[in-house]
């Protein structure tokens, strides 16, 4: 038997009564990104309305009650709500879908059945799988390669079946009807217990399927296919939103597109041209600042070496340095009798400093100073020409010289 938002995906609530209540555990991802084990509830229904993950689409998202609906998942021809509340066996409940998190996965789904169909037709491409993603879809063809030429042609298609309102239809067939022999599919899950449910776009595609769709192809409004990505094993992934994840996507790129006609000055359509300018401005400036920094290191190498102070323990510090600054100085002061200490970086942030001179003091010194600091070791390489020994430079969370 199917469940009641496969009867009726535009139902939003509907009452039905609880079967049984178990406690049961969820392993879900925290705010931190880290996985946290929650207690409560498996609470199964005499029917439900919410959606049970399979097919490539997430669960439903909804209440009992009130009580909130964490998970939703299927075992067998049974569906279990997770929830933190417990509920009473025999109670009659009423059950609400979170409506705007259901249609949007009726439009996306929906709208991988019409592309893959298209896809097969139009150029032979087969579906090998899908993914209904928080912010795309994701639809993994069996092909190494799909042409810019192809994209568009699939995309022109889609949207004209989508204007010609094409009907969807969804019918349950018994196992031994002889039309499922000729019904598109990726095979049934294991555990798969009565009819088998087949989506059919009329002219366009059959195939069985468990998800929600909408019950005509003009509900999905409008579809984009924002392109292609190499996938796994030889296949290609093509990226498509549909519905209102298409008007939302326009409301971002908008709001972006703003934003930059403000910093950059210019209209949208000069926008790539003026970023480029910006660019290549940036590398210049970014060489000369590299050989300003060089030609500064080699000043500051013969100015510490002629100082009246030379001799004994050498520190700097400059904000501005890298470690190829650091050891240009070295290299050009090339002192196996002073202790050379460098630092270079922000005071409040990461930095990076070298110790150079004796052997004995190098070794010595230069774990401690790292230990001290809590710091991670990173390889710097020593100067080609430097006579004094190079300890492996460490990045600081800060110092202060």
């Known amino acids: 038997m199917a469940f009641r938002c496969q009867r009726d995906s535009y139902a939003r609530e509907f009452a039905t009564t609880v079967v049984s209540c178990r406690p049961a555990e969820l392993q879900t991802e ?25 097919g490539g689409q997430p669960d439903d998202h909804g209440t009992i009650d009130g009580v909130p609906v964490l998970r939703v998942t299927r ?29 949007d996965h009726m439009q996306q789904h929906s709208g991988q059945h019409l592309i893959t169909a298209v896809a097969d037709h139009l150029f032979g491409l087969k579906t090998t799988s899908w993914e209904l993603g928080r912010l795309r879809s994701v639809i993994e063809l069996d092909s190494p390669s ?45 555990d798969h217990a009565g009819p088998i449910r087949v ?42 939103l549909a519905g209102n994840r298409v008007l939302k996507w326009m409301e971002r790129s908008h709001g972006t597109e ?3 006609t403000s910093l950059l000055k210019c209209g949208a359509e000069d926008h790539v041209e003026a970023v480029k300018k910006l660019q290549n401005s940036t590398k210049l400036l970014q060489k000369n600042n590299l050989n300003l920094l060089r030609d ?29 600054f650091m050891n240009i ?64 430079s460490i990045q600081a969370p800060s110092f202060a010289v």
């Open 30 to 54: 925290g705010s931190n990104g880290k996985k946290e084990v929650l207690s409560g509830f498996q609470v199964v229904l005499e029917d439900t309305l919410l959606f049970p993950e399979g």
């Open 75 to 103: 075992r067998g021809a049974q569906a279990d709500h997770f929830t933190q509340t417990p509920l009473t066996p025999g109670r009659e409940v009423q059950v609400r879908v979170d409506w705007e998190r259901r249609f």
């Open 146 to 190: 799909v042409t810019t030429e192809q994209v568009a042609a699939i995309e022109q298609s889609v949207n004209e079946k989508i204007r010609d309102r094409l009907p969807v239809n969804v019918r349950e067939l018994s196992l031994d009807d002889p039309e499922v022999e000729q019904v598109r599919g990726r095979g049934l899950p294991d």
């Open 199 to 240: 989506v059919t776009i009329k002219s366009v595609d059959s195939n069985m399927c468990c998800g929600t769709h909408v019950s005509n192809l003009s509900d999905l409004q409008v579809i984009k296919i924002l392109g292609t990505e190499k996938g796994k094993k030889n296949k290609t992934n093509l990226i498509f």
């Open 258 to 260: 703003k934003a930059l």
């Open 296 to 324: 500064l290191a080699v000043h500051v190498a013969h100015s510490l070496r002629n100082s009246p102070d030379w001799g004994g323990v050498v520190a700097l510090h400059r904000k501005e340095g890298d470690s190829e």
């Open 329 to 392: 100085i070295a290299n050009e002061i090339g002192s196996e009798e002073t202790l050379l200490f460098l630092t270079v970086g922000d005071e409040k942030g990461a930095g990076l400093f070298l110790l150079a001179g004796p052997a004995e003091a190098v070794e010595t010194l230069g774990p401690r100073l790292g230990l001290d600091c809590k710091c991670r070791v990173a390889a710097l390489p020593p100067p080609p020409e430097s006579r004094g020994s190079l300890s492996p």
